[in-house]
């Protein structure tokens, strides 16, 4: 069975700041992964996915995660929060069903 | 394009009231998905349909959950008795078909939030 992790519960970080979010997964064979965004009364929206080829990969509003095979990894990071970053962040891994398997999310809050 | 639609956006009832959830998924997606989300825990699969039939409800407590999509587009969740515990968002999402490099990236919608008393 696949499963994330995201030891994080909440982030804080300064407005400017780099960011890194943590997410480990667990599938036997090559996973596809992804990174989700959920601000306070809306649905989920891709940041970025990984299939294959490149390990890192880039997404939408500046972020980029790199996928690390030998430490079952797939952080997300960011050089320089911005305010409208402050949202809720969930790490998904896919198998052999397709399904994605949700993380419990990671809350970030942004400090001006 | 349209995202995908849901509705309700919120609804209280009292525990062992019924509730049904309705959604409308991106046009040409195959697949479609309801996840339940609990306040602080990441979503949960509960029920997969590829066109109108079920791919996956092994997670979806059959006992009071029901789903239906018929003709391949339109869905509905259905919860009857509602409990305390069912208290949460559902979400929707559609992904284009079912597998396959690129296939499984689920949009969702806005999600309906569901309060028992």
């Known amino acids: 069975a696949q499963s994330v992790t995201q030891p994080d519960i909440h982030i804080t970080v300064s407005e400017g700041a780099s960011l890194e979010l943590r997410c480990n997964y667990s599938y036997g064979a090559t996973p596809y992964l992804f990174w989700y965004v959920q601000s306070p009364g809306q649905g989920l929206q891709l940041l970025l996915k990984?299939?294959?080829?490149?390990?890192l990969v880039q997404g939408i509003k500046g972020f980029e995660a790199e996928f690390k095979r030998s430490q079952s990894s797939f952080n997300l990071r960011k050089p320089s929060v911005h305010w409208s970053d402050a949202a809720e962040y969930f790490c998904a891994v896919s198998g052999g069903s397709y399904i994605p398997t949700f993380g419990r999310g990671t809350s970030l809050i942004v400090h001006p | 394009e349209a995202g995908v639609a849901q509705s309700p956006r919120y609804k209280i009832i009292e525990k062992r009231q019924s509730v049904a959830f309705w959604c409308n998924p991106i046009s040409g997606h195959a697949t479609l998905y309801w996840y339940q989300q609990i306040l602080g825990q990441g979503p949960k699969l509960l029920i997969q349909?590829?066109?109108?039939?079920?791919?996956?409800d092994s997670q979806l407590p059959k006992d009071r959950f029901s789903a239906e999509r018929l003709k391949g587009v339109d869905s509905t969740l259905k919860i009857q008795p509602a409990k305390l515990e069912d208290s949460a968002v559902y979400l929707c999402a559609s992904s284009l078909r079912s597998g396959g490099s690129g296939a499984n990236v689920l949009t969702f919608g806005a999600g309906s939030r569901l309060t028992v008393l």
């Open positions: 349909f590829q066109n109108n039939g079920v791919v996956d």
């Open positions: 990984y299939f294959s080829g490149d390990t």
